[in-house]
Structure formats: C-alpha cells, structure tokens
C-alpha cells in the first residue's frame, strides 16, 4: 500500500519512506507497478450545516444546496459526515482536483481519497490527543506549513503557509478566529481556549518564545497525514462523478441481480416443496388405479360366482327343520302346560323362543330341557293371571 | 420494481406452496382409499377363494321362482287342506310388476324378494309340527329362504326371501 498526500507538491510514502515529488515530475512513473493506495487532499472546502437526518434524500438535497450557495463558482465533489444531531460537515473537493488525482492514480488502484483534515484527525485521535477543546495543528512539511483548526470533529479548511514567509503566531490566530467565525452557531468553546500542537519541536519552541501563553504541545509523527490515512476509519472516499455513476450502475445491477436470485430461489423453494408432494401423489394415484382395477375385477368375478353358486349356498344354511324343531320341544313340555306363542328367528344363528302357560287348574311344574338342547334358557312369566315359562334356544 | 419482482416470486411460491399441501393432503387421502380398497380386495379373494368350493349351477329368473314357491304352497294347501294366502312383504297381494319390488340380496348380481305367508287355517287332521316341516321342505325344494316364523294366538305367519336374477 502506498500513501499520498496531494498539495501543490505530492508526498509519496512507501515502505516507510515519505518522498517529496516535485511539480512537473512524471508521477505516473513512480505509481508504476503498485497495488493499492490512499490519498489525502489539502486542498478543501467545508461548511458545517444542518439539515434533516432522515430521509437522506432530503438531507442530501439540503447539504448540496447550502454548500452551493457558498462555492457556487466552480464544480465540486462533495461528501458529508454527521457530527451531531442533524448537524453535518460538508467537505468539497474541486472536481478538477480529483480528475489530476484519478488521472495520476487509476481508479481500481485507488482505495480512497480523503480530505487531508480527516487524515490528520484520525492520527490525532489514534494518539489520543483531546479533540475536546478546539486545536490548531501545524503540520510543518519541507516546503510549507500547514495550519487546521479542530473543535470535536469539526476541522477548518486548512491554511498553507510557504516556510520563512512571516511569523506564524498572527496566522493561528487568524485561522483560529476564521474558523470560529464559520462554526459559532454550532459550538459552545470560546476562540481564547485552544491547544496549539506542532509536529516540530524547534517550531514548538519559537511559538511559545513569541506568545509564552499559549498551550503548545508537540506532536512526535513527521508526516501525521499520512499515517493517519494508514489506519483509516471513515466511509467518506473521493470518487469521479463517472465513477460513481458506474459503481451505482454496478450497484444497481447486483440489487436487481440479488432480487432476481431470491425471487428464484423462493420461487425455487416453493416449486421444490410442490414437486416433492406431486410426485408421491403420483405414485399413490397409480397405485390406487391398480387397485381400484382390482377391485372391479374381483367384484366382476364375484358377481359371476354368486349368480352361478347362489343356489348351493342357500341349499346348505337350510339346515334347521321347523317342525322337528318344535315337536323335539313338545316332547320336553310336561302336558300341564299349553302352547301361548311361538317364533323362529334369525340373528348369527336360529333362535327359537316359545311361551307356554299353565293350563287352569294344574301344578307350576318345573319344565327341565337343558339334557335335550345345547343352549337353552328357561324363564318364568305370568300373563293373563296364568304363570308361564318362556323358553329360548339357540341352534349354534 | 425489485420489490415487486420478490413480491411476486413470494406469490408464486406461495401458490407453490398451496398446491403442495393440496398434492400431500390428496396423498395421504388417496393412501388411505387405497388402504381401503386393498382390504376389501383382500376380503374379495377369501370370499371368491370360499365360494368357489360351492356346487354351481344356472340362475333362475326370480318371477319364474316366485311361481315356483306359490305353486308349491298351492300344493301343500291342496294336499292337507291348510289354508294359506301369500303377499309381497309390503303388504301388497297381487302386483302386477314383481320386478319392482326386487331388493339387493348378499349375493352379487342376484336379486330377492320379500314375501310372507300367512297360514289362515291349519287342518284338523294336522299339528304345527307337521305345517312347519312343510315350510322346511318349501324351504329345500325351492330358493326361498325363510328368515321368521312367528306363531301368536291363532295365526301363523312365516316371513322370507325368493333369490333369482
């Protein structure tokens, strides 16, 4: 990975070496054979501003909006971050500075392009400096110095200084107060409490002997932009409009793709679960043909079969005489009883029941036929002032 | 759109879905009719597999047995001087139609018909012994079948089935 600092010179730093590459050099030479890279770009322009979280269209449309008002002239690529509660920072990019970037560095090499602001924050929280109270960091580069000014996550645009030009103390003060002029509405610090932090220690030093009031700490990182694009932990990354169209496109395309591989697949789900149930159906509906076959044919067979044995088979359940029957009971009756009522019946078997009645004038005898017949009850009754005896038997 | 390219999958696959459980639940009904229908096959071939042991012979047209059982009660009025009247079981005494009064009998194919008989008068010189043996050789000698017999006070009256196709 290599990393890149755009200025009006560009910082190349690979395998721990940071370069100075000078203007009019051929930079795509040095891209050469590389794999991926970062940038971060100094030059930036950026409004704090609120607007409406949700929806983000809404909010979106109101960013473009106010930072156009205010850089109106020229074509930019924008990216916003959320700081507070619909409060977002606007950071613009001139359109022309990320096609030189793009035309340097091929977009499938590019992993991001930062603002240098958001670079050097990041170092700075990595180093656990406090972003509680406004900072202004002065990052002290070969040729020139560059002045931003912190307060939370909120940075100012940052401020070039070519080395030797003038004293450095009224250019903090000035871009102190520049930045607070922009953000007043959106902070609760006063311009007078602020940190100075120096990646210099000599520069440290001539700071506090010119304003010996000032809290100046010293920050020990050469190049702190671009360690900060190290480890970086934002989503915002610079893109050409074409770019995005076509990574929208590709978006577009693999949300449809998506779309239309889960409508498969659940239409696949559903056929699956339909095919599983058809085909034992199938099955059992075959089956179920032969079988009914079956059954006709059988029915068939045995309609033929009953029409031509019918006969025999009525011939072989007569098997009970009637009158032998009834006169084999007789003979069992002792003669004082009469004959009231009699009937043969069918249920699984014969059955025969008689009533008998004692004739007027004669002994209740005991009537004993079990000897004679296998299943045989005797019951008493009385009717008509005549006592009786109910007699059941079942031919088995 | 692409919401509602999922939507109608969903629909589809709902359908899907619908017409499987419809598929599994005519599964499960028509296995059970199988069951069925395999068992009663089974049942058919013991049956058929009994049956066929039994002495065949030709059917008989039911009008053309039902002569035959009034003929022979006929006879046996005749020949002992017993009084008898026959009607079809619903009361009816001469139909003019017996074939309307057809009933499904056991046998497949063979029809039967529901008659009584009443015994009005029993000659002096017989018992109830001697009457029920003739209803006995009524019985053999024909295809009826007698299903009751039912003695109370003076009458007698025996309930049965001619066969015949």
């Known amino acids: 990975m290599r990393y890149f600092l755009f200025n009006k010179e560009v910082y ?59 850089y109106q002239n020229e074509a930019y690529i924008i990216q916003d971050e959320k700081i507070d509660h619909n409060l977002f920072q606007v950071i613009g990019i001139k359109e022309q500075k990320v096609r030189e970037i793009y035309s340097i560095l091929p977009p499938q090499k590019l992993e991001s392009v930062v603002p240098y602001g958001i670079a050097l924050r990041n170092i700075l929280i990595q180093k656990k400096c406090d972003l509680g109270k406004p900072l202004v960091f002065i990052d002290d580069l070969e040729k020139e110095r560059l002045i931003t000014v912190f307060d939370g996550l909120k940075f100012s645009r940052t401020r070039i200084m070519a080395k030797g030009s003038e004293s450095l103390l009224p250019e903090i003060k000035r871009s102190v107060m520049d930045f607070f002029k922009k953000i007043e509405e959106f902070t609760s610090h006063k311009i007078v409490d602020y940190v100075v932090m120096v990646n210099d220690q000599d520069l440290a030093q001539e700071i506090l002997n010119d304003e010996n009031k000032l809290n100046v700490h010293y920050l020990d990182v050469q190049y702190p932009a671009i360690e900060g694009l190290k480890e970086l932990s934002t989503d915002i990354s610079y893109k050409l409009p074409e770019e995005i169209i076509k990574n929208k496109r590709r978006s577009v395309l693999k949300k449809n793709l998506t779309s239309v591989l889960v409508s498969l697949g659940v239409i696949a789900a559903g056929l699956i679960y339909f095919l599983f149930n058809k085909g034992p159906l199938c099955a059992v509906s075959n089956q179920g043909e032969v079988i009914s076959q079956t059954n006709q044919r059988l029915n068939q067979e045995l309609a033929t079969l009953d029409k031509a044995i019918y006969r025999d088979d009525l011939k072989r359940q007569k098997l009970l005489n009637y009158g032998v029957s009834y006169l084999s009971l007789l003979q069992c009756i002792p003669s004082s009883y009469e004959l009231s009522s009699f009937k043969f019946y069918k249920t699984a078997y014969w059955n025969f029941e008689a009533s008998f009645l004692v004739n007027p004038r004669e002994y209740f005898e005991p009537i004993l036929i079990s000897g004679n017949f296998k299943n045989s009850q005797v019951k008493d009754f009385y009717m008509d002032n005549r006592p009786g005896k109910r007699i059941k038997i079942i031919y088995e | 759109m692409n919401k ?43 049956v058929i597999m009994n049956k066929q042991s039994l002495m065949k012979a030709s059917p008989v047209d039911l009008v053309k047995e039902y002569m035959i059982v009034i003929n022979q009660i006929r006879l046996v009025e005749s020949y002992n001087g017993t009084i008898m009247h026959v009607q079809l079981e619903e009361g009816i005494k001469n139909a003019d139609n017996l074939s309307k009064h057809f009933i499904e009998t056991e046998y497949k194919g063979v029809k039967g018909l529901n008659i009584q008989i009443t015994v009005d008068q029993i000659a002096k010189s017989l018992d109830l012994g001697e009457i029920l043996n003739d209803f006995y050789l009524l019985e053999m ?25």
Not at chain 2, 14 to 36: M, P, Y
Not at chain 2, 146 to 156: D, F, G, Y
């Open chain 2, 141 to 165: 000698n024909t295809d009826l079948k007698i299903l009751e017999i039912q003695k109370q006070a003076n009458s007698l009256i025996v309930k049965g089935k001619i066969y015949g196709i």
């Open chain 2, 4 to 46: 509602t390219i999922i939507f109608l999958a969903l629909l589809i696959s709902i359908v899907f879905i619908h017409l499987g459980h419809c598929a599994k639940a005519r599964t499960d009904s028509l296995q059970a009719e199988n069951v069925q229908f395999q068992k009663d096959n089974d049942r058919l071939r013991d």
């Open chain 1, 12 to 70: 190349l730093s690979e395998g721990g070496t940071v370069r100075l590459l000078e203007k009019g050099s051929d930079l795509k030479s040095f891209v050469g054979d590389m794999d991926l890279a970062r940038a971060c770009v100094v030059d930036v322009d950026i409004i704090i501003t609120a607007a409406p979280e949700n929806p983000v269209e809404k909010k979106d449309s109101v960013l473009v909006r106010k930072f156009k008002q205010l």
